[in-house]
């Protein structure tokens, strides 16, 4: 808890959502404000609800017309508000100042959050981490009109989802893997990955792309779709991706699915492995493929 906006523990895991809107003066004023802890998941730890900088008549119509856009969206007035707006900078450094690391939604609110408390090497994206959660309207917190988009339920949305990939990332941690595993380098656009050769994969995965790399080549959907491991391990696909793979110094077009939950940074599956004439030799621990010279020792 906070006594005169300190904190009293320290070095918890904090998850965060807020909704704010933009000033005429390029600034982003936060207007709810949610901080759930890992320690206590029945509700939020922490939360503002922020007064507007001056009457809402002082705004130009432009700035007007953004707010009532933003009312629509979430339901709380202009007037609404007990933390002062000049206020909030310090009192979420402070809040912040022993945790361990912040949970944010994305790198937008990311960038934003490092507005108030400044650059911080502990803030992480849950987007970055898998989280593709849809928000409900909420119909229980009072800061609102009508049940809208509020980032208290927004907050305990993430935390759960947060609790839950911590706890399947401790029973998968409990896993032995097998000690000699093969990885292949492979070139996409420039940035080479680790791939783990699945001769069990009927498809080649990847755990996550750039955003460009993404758009570039045209991400498909291919929603409530699912990829099968080796281990038989079923894991949900976001969408597949047509790349250029790279695998010595040859160039291969394949489907690749992108898979949140891979347990590697990419797999590379029996198709890849028909694609570039992949060959294997145990006993020496080499590999080559069908139309380029070279034998290479595997990395384990």
Not at 193 to 209: E, H, M, N
């Amino acid at each position: 808890r906070l006594t005169n906006q300190k904190m009293i523990y320290h070095k918890r895991n904090i998850v965060v959502d807020f909704i704010g809107y933009n000033l005429p003066d390029y600034s982003y004023a936060i207007k709810e404000f949610s901080a759930v802890i890992n320690k206590n998941n029945s509700k939020p730890d922490f939360k503002l609800l922020v007064l507007p900088p001056y009457k809402f008549s002082k705004l130009p119509p432009k700035y007007q017309n953004k707010y009532i856009n933003f009312y629509e969206t979430h339901a709380i007035t202009w007037e609404s508000g007990e933390t002062p707006h000049n206020n909030v900078a310090e009192i979420l450094t402070s809040y912040f100042e022993n945790a361990k690391h912040i949970y944010v939604r994305n790198t937008i609110q990311k960038k934003i959050l490092e507005v108030f408390i400044g650059e911080r090497d502990d803030i992480e994206c849950l987007e970055d981490l898998g989280f593709r959660e849809k928000f409900q309207k909420s119909t229980l917190c009072d800061n609102h009109d009508v049940p809208s988009y509020c980032a208290i339920n927004n907050s305990m949305v993430m935390f759960r989802w947060f609790e839950l990939k911590k706890a399947r990332k401790a029973s998968l941690s409990k896993v032995r893997l097998p000690e000699n595993r093969v990885f292949f380098p492979v070139s996409i656009k420039g940035r080479v990955f680790s791939a783990l050769l699945d001769t069990g994969a009927t498809a080649t995965c990847i755990r996550k792309l750039d955003d460009k790399l993404l758009e570039a080549a045209g991400m498909s959907s291919s929603d409530r779709k699912s990829a099968t491991g080796a281990d038989g391990h079923v894991m949900r696909i976001e969408g597949s991706v047509r790349l250029p793979l790279v695998i010595n110094n040859e160039m291969v077009k394949l489907d690749v699915r992108v898979v949140p939950k891979l347990g590697y940074e990419m797999i590379l599956g029996i198709d890849a492995v028909k694609a570039f004439g992949i060959g294997l030799d145990g006993a020496s621990c080499t590999w080559w493929t069908k139309r380029r010279p070279g034998i290479f020792n595997w990395d384990r």
